[in-house]
């Protein structure tokens, strides 16, 4: 079974631009979560989809969006860029979603660089 | 504040003994814990958990020990192995009444090096 994809992998924007990443999650896996990693802050949880709807969200200024279509397929939109947007955008797709008690596999992530 | 604090930013460790990486968490509705190994360039991949409702959880090299009272949790690899060497995760999630379980919030990581 193929893993969970993030495309582009590496992304260089500047200040103010804004950006989309997208997440393919695991086939038949209908939550999809997102994550910023970096180093100072380790992994914050940014918000999760299931079923197309945002389940639940993280402690983010709203410049952070996303969506998640019929086919799973989740994107993330950020806006306005600051430099401090600066990190590894990871997803993770999982089979219910509901937190921790379902497994979520992660995918290798989109390392974004403000300049 | 941080709800999950991994205070040891590195460890090493020598090939074939115990590796012991530390958590700390202070909500008290936490009630359920993994591990994620992550290797520079991937995505974190889970390697064991464990439910508020018991206090160990084995699966081979891999101890992971939660202690409610003190609101603590450690990994245990043994033997270690130089391949082990990765950033270890520590996440938790809360149950909410009425049988959802909230997103899981991480630490900060603790880089492991394992030295043959």
């Known amino acids: 079974k193929a893993g969970v994809t993030q495309t582009p992998r590496y992304l260089i924007k500047t200040r103010g631009q804004q950006v989309t990443l997208s997440c393919s999650p695991i086939s038949g896996h209908r939550s999809v979560s997102w994550y910023q990693q970096t180093p100072g802050q380790g992994l914050q949880f940014l918000f999760e989809y299931f079923s197309e709807t945002q389940r639940n969200k993280g402690n983010f200024p709203g410049r952070f969006s996303g969506r998640q279509f019929s086919n799973s397929r989740s994107e993330m939109n950020v806006s306005t860029l600051e430099l401090g947007d600066s990190a590894l955008y990871l997803c993770?797709?999982?089979?219910?979603?509901?937190?921790?008690?379902?497994?979520?596999?992660f995918g290798p992530g989109t390392r974004l660089t403000v300049l | 504040d941080q709800q999950v604090k991994q205070n040891s930013p590195s460890l090493s460790v020598q090939e074939g003994r115990i590796s012991i990486l530390n958590c700390d968490y202070t909500n008290s509705m936490f009630d359920y814990f993994l591990w994620y190994k992550k290797y520079p360039a991937e995505g974190p991949t889970f390697l064991i958990s464990i439910s508020s409702i018991k206090d160990k959880n084995e699966d081979g090299r891999f101890t992971v020990f939660l202690n409610k009272s003190a609101k603590h949790l450690s990994l245990h690899i043994v033997p270690s192995q130089p391949g082990d060497s990765a950033v270890y995760f520590c996440a938790a999630s809360e149950y909410f009444y009425g049988g959802s379980q909230g997103n899981l919030i991480f630490g900060k990581g603790t880089k492991l090096s394992v030295k043959p």
């Open positions: 993770a797709s999982s089979l219910r979603g509901s937190g921790g008690t379902d497994t979520q596999y």
